[in-house]
């Protein structure tokens, strides 16, 4: 494959780079949020979302009859990047994950009703598999989602739910099936966040994120609303969770930072002598954009094994770009804190901070970057096990 853009493809980039010129305005775009910068949680970023779905770039690779364009996945792959570098809100949830995987399983009624909406920008989502029992072992969720007359009644905990304070839909996996494998007894719903019986609390993060905990006490959800079939939930989130770790975990903010580092290394001094003349400075430098070459290219590599939309996502590619970019952000982290010496633990936007107190930002944000979507022991273990074939208990 060709890991260099076309003249096409130079081109929307050039077109995205200009409508972002004018419209990512400072309560838009924040690069200094790190990953929370994708985030839709004020009426500005809905607004801004809302001035991208009237260039028809929402949706871009999906099929033309369910609204979308059939662009090859390089054009999602070019406005998400442009968007991440900026520190603005990202096509997230709703494009990359809910979405697609409606479109792949969802009814003609669920198709109906959100993709258009989708497609405006005209609605947001929380995502909850995790719970205080099933982490990373998503397969092991308990929340009950009991059989009643037109649909299920379900109970129990979700939590690290990002973005339950302010979506307007939550896609939930429930155990539908007690008596079946863990595997093949979860079910798939969306249900809207103000729903009766639904308990939203905050939980405060160590990236200064606000994740949350949801509790459910009855909640009814018609038949209508069951996403696919019953029972084949956990291979649904399989697929999505392959998307959300490239959708979600972005290289370009990595690669923004590593470029304020070293711009930051070329005029910085320590002990009277300029910092760029320190052999161990220079090497580490030297690594970290060796490293962000080898990230950017994963990411193109799963954006041509991903194809159009409709066919399943490639998980090795996924779980390869998603823990080696991850941990290179967490190195880059690590870099900015050492290399900015004791001033590198202002906080963000601490006047006279160096590289803008981005350094104790990143060192904490990016922890929480390498267990979003799995953790790396996870991403490690399919790709032993999926992309080796080594057994599962090797």
């Known amino acids: 494959m060709d890991f260099e853009f076309s003249a096409e493809e130079l081109a929307f980039q050039a077109e995205v780079e200009a409508f972002l010129d004018e419209h990512a305005t400072p309560d838009v ?36 009859e369910l609204g979308g364009q059939e662009k090859p996945g390089i054009y999602e792959y070019i406005l998400n990047e442009a968007l991440a570098r ?27 009703e959100f ?7 005209e609605i947001e989502f929380a995502v909850g598999y995790s719970e205080p029992n099933a982490g990373s072992d998503a397969a092991n969720m308990q929340l009950k989602a009991d059989k009643v007359d037109g649909g299920w009644k379900l109970n129990g905990q979700k939590t690290w ?25 979860i079910s798939l719903f969306l249900i809207p966040m103000d729903h009766e019986g639904l308990e939203v609390r905050g939980l405060p993060t160590i990236g200064d994120e606000l994740t949350n905990e949801v509790f459910f006490n009855d909640v009814f959800v018609p038949d209508d609303y069951l996403v696919g079939e019953r029972g084949r939930g956990f291979r649904y989130i399989s697929e999505a969770l392959d998307l ?27 002990d009277g002598e300029p910092l760029r003349q320190e052999p ?14 080898v ?45 900015a010496g004791a001033d590198g633990q202002y906080r963000v936007h601490t006047e006279g901070a160096p590289l803008r107190g981005r350094p104790e930002m990143s060192y904490r944000y990016s922890v929480i970057d390498t267990i979003g979507g799995g953790a790396s022991e996870i991403q490690k273990n399919i790709i032993a096990r999926r992309g080796l074939g080594l057994p599962k208990n090797f």
């Open 161 to 185: 739910t990002t973005s339950a304070h302010f979506a307007d839909w939550y896609w939930v996996g429930a155990r539908t099936c007690p008596d079946k494998p863990k595997h093949d007894g």
């Open 280 to 293: 161990g400075v220079r090497t580490c430098i030297a690594n970290l954009a060796t490293e962000a070459e």
């Open 86 to 112: 900026r520190g603005c809100p990202q096509i997230g949830k709703g494009v990359g994950i809910i979405g697609k995987t409606l479109i792949r399983h969802g009814s003609e009624k669920l198709q109906r």
């Open 295 to 339: 990230a950017r290219v994963l990411g193109l590599k799963f954006v041509h094994a991903a194809g159009q939309v409709g066919k399943k996502p490639p998980t090795v590619e996924a779980s390869k770009y998603k823990l080696f970019a991850t941990q290179l952000s967490q190195r880059v982290g690590n870099a900015m804190v050492d290399l």
């Open 115 to 121: 993709l258009p909406r989708i497609l405006n920008a």
């Open 29 to 64: 775009a924040d690069v200094c949020r790190e990953n929370m910068a994708q985030i839709v949680d004020t009426p500005e970023r809905r607004a801004f979302m809302a001035k991208l779905a009237e260039h028809g770039w929402l949706g871009m690779t999906w099929p033309k």
């Open 244 to 270: 959300e770790r490239f959708t979600m975990f972005t290289y370009s903010p990595t690669e923004q930072r590593l470029e304020e580092l070293v711009d930051y290394v070329k005029e910085a001094q320590r």
